[in-house]
């Protein structure tokens, strides 16, 4: 049996980077298994700064169908240009964040399908110049709190595409956060909001497909509700002309 399925949709996932010495690559194995079940290969995309000119990066995006841009720590936001870190932040490497953001603007140019899951989320705001909550405890002290995998509701906007997939107003979310978006970003609109109104989830304003959630959908039962952001990224990536291109080369190459 043929199992590498080349029929799938391939979805990159950015890597997590091990800080130190060892610099080991890092997922957690939910957002694999998640996309797997919604149909397409997941694959792992290392945060690799070697090459300057970029053709790394280009090479592996121009056989990607999709892009899932996962979780992990916080940001370095003296290197973003927004101040110092806050005390409480934990940000990821330098070269991955630089990675990260490198990735996330190619992606939007190329209007690959993209899914953004926390850090992610921020990482699709970052890119088109959004705003950034350091540490919501004290810039929103009033307000519900997201960290350490809290469950509550979160408001879906009407006609958004978010709220179309779904189908619902409201919804019960895991979150794990401390950072957040204030401002959506350019070309973004706000598509999800906590009771208090903070930014839950965006999306482009275009019908190009690239969607972020400050949740965590991959926590949730893998086959409950929340399997439903897979599967649109998923059918996404499936639908793009370019990604249909792309995997009818590859099914040329396989049965070459």
């Not at 010495?21 to 997941?42: D, F, H, M, T």
């Not at 934990?90 to 190619?106: C, G, I, S, W």
């Not at 609109?189 to 482009?204: K, M, N, Y």
Request: contains cysteine.
């Amino acid at each position: 049996m043929d199992t590498r399925q080349p029929g799938r949709p391939l979805v990159f996932i950015n890597g997590e980077l091990e800080a130190g010495e060892k610099r080991r690559i890092q997922l957690p194995v939910r957002y694999a298994e998640a996309l797997w079940r919604a149909g397409a290969n997941p694959v792992v995309l290392p945060p690799c700064t070697v090459d300057p000119s970029g053709l790394f990066l280009d090479t592996l995006l121009a056989q990607a169908d999709g892009l899932l841009l996962g979780g992990g720590d916080d940001f370095d936001t003296e290197r973003l240009g927004l101040g110092p870190p806050h005390a409480a932040a934990n940000p990821v490497p330098a070269e991955k964040q630089d990675f990260d953001l490198t990735l996330t603007r190619k992606a939007l140019e190329l209007g690959l399908p993209i899914l953004g899951i926390c850090y992610g989320m921020q990482l699709l705001g970052l890119a088109r110049g959004a705003r950034l909550f350091q540490h919501l405890p004290d810039d929103r002290p009033s307000g519900q709190p997201h960290a350490g995998g809290v469950r509550h509701d979160v408001h879906l906007v009407g006609g958004t595409k978010l709220q179309r997939i779904y189908g619902v107003e409201r919804i019960s979310v895991i979150s794990r956060h401390h950072q957040a978006l204030e401002t959506p970003g350019e070309r973004f609109r706000v598509s999800a909001r906590d009771g208090q109104g903070l930014i839950e989830a965006i999306e482009l304003e275009s019908s190009s497909f690239a969607l972020g959630v400050q949740w965590h959908p991959e926590l949730d039962p893998l086959d409950g509700p929340q399997t439903r952001i897979f599967e649109s990224l998923v059918q996404a990536a499936s639908l793009s002309d370019s990604g249909g291109s792309r995997r009818k080369r590859r099914r040329g190459a396989i049965t070459a």
